[in-house]
T-cell receptor, first 111, second 114 residues
Framework: EAQVTQNPRYLITVTGKKLTVTCSQN?????MSWYRQDPGLGLRQIYY???????DKGDVPEGYKVSRKEKRNFPLILESPSPNQTSLYFC??????????FGSGTQLSVL | GENVEQHPSTLSVQEGDSAVIKCTYS??????FPWYKQELGKRPQLIID?????GEKKDQRIAVTLNKTAKHFSLHITETQPEDSAVYFC?????????????FGTGTRLTIIP
């Protein structure tokens, strides 16, 4: 089944404790991206990747890191999480300028 | 960068009536405009998209119109049904690739009243 898999689904952590949210797609898509969703603000792009070893900042990249060592994986790293990074995170992938396939989301709470 | 404004933020429509959601964008170079539907607790899913070389596109009860001169585009849902209740997001892309820098609107919560 074609899908984008995110883990974990829920995560509660404390300020400053490094964490990684994993994202994997099995559709051989070149394009992958991360979004955060906050009430009243919609979906805001954090980082995107056009292909392996090619990443670029979206609209809200501060406090986040990404890497694209393999085509299928695009992890999101929070080196020192802060409470303002409490949000719902979505990973997405697509092939060319076609529709985005979203993962099921990760609800992150930073205390 | 691109800025996408979406209105209204909430919309209640009687079942069977039509619903219209409007978006404006700021960058005249934008050329790809998708609409995503997000049901409660679910992931966003593409329902329709339009490119700048087309003025209107239809898919059954859903249609999208684009006015490049005014820099706005709209989603039209006819004969609304309870399953249309969801949050709808418009988006605009300024890249020929399509999704490279996709900027979303803030969303419209559509409620269909039985």
């Amino acid at each position: 089944e074609a899908q984008v898999t995110q883990n974990p689904r829920y995560l509660i952590t404390v300020t400053g404790k490094k964490l990684t949210v994993t994202c994997s797609q099995n559709m051989n898509h070149e394009y992958m991206s991360w979004y955060r969703q906050d009430p009243g603000l919609g979906l805001r792009q954090i980082y995107y990747s056009m292909n392996v070893e090619v990443t670029d900042k979206g609209d809200v990249p501060e406090g986040y890191k990404v890497s694209r060592k393999e085509k299928r994986n695009f992890p999101l790293i929070l080196e020192s999480p802060s409470p303002n990074q409490t949000s719902l995170y979505f990973c997405a992938s697509s092939q060319g300028n076609e529709k985005l396939f979203f993962g099921s989301g990760t609800q992150l709470s930073v205390l | 960068g691109e800025n996408v404004e979406q209105h209204p933020s909430t919309l209640s429509v009687q079942e069977g009536d039509s619903a219209v959601i409007k978006c404006t964008y700021s960058d005249s170079a934008s050329n790809y405009f998708p609409w995503y539907k997000q049901e409660l607790g679910k992931r966003p899913q593409l329902i329709i998209d339009i490119r700048s070389n087309v003025g209107e596109k239809k898919d059954q009860r859903i249609a999208v119109t684009l006015n490049k001169t005014a820099k706005h585009f709209s989603l039209h849902i006819t004969e609304t049904q309870p399953e249309d209740s969801a949050v709808y997001f418009c988006a605009a892309s300024i890249s020929n690739f399509g999704n490279e820098k996709l900027t979303f609107g803030t969303g419209t919560r559509l409620t269909i009243i039985p």
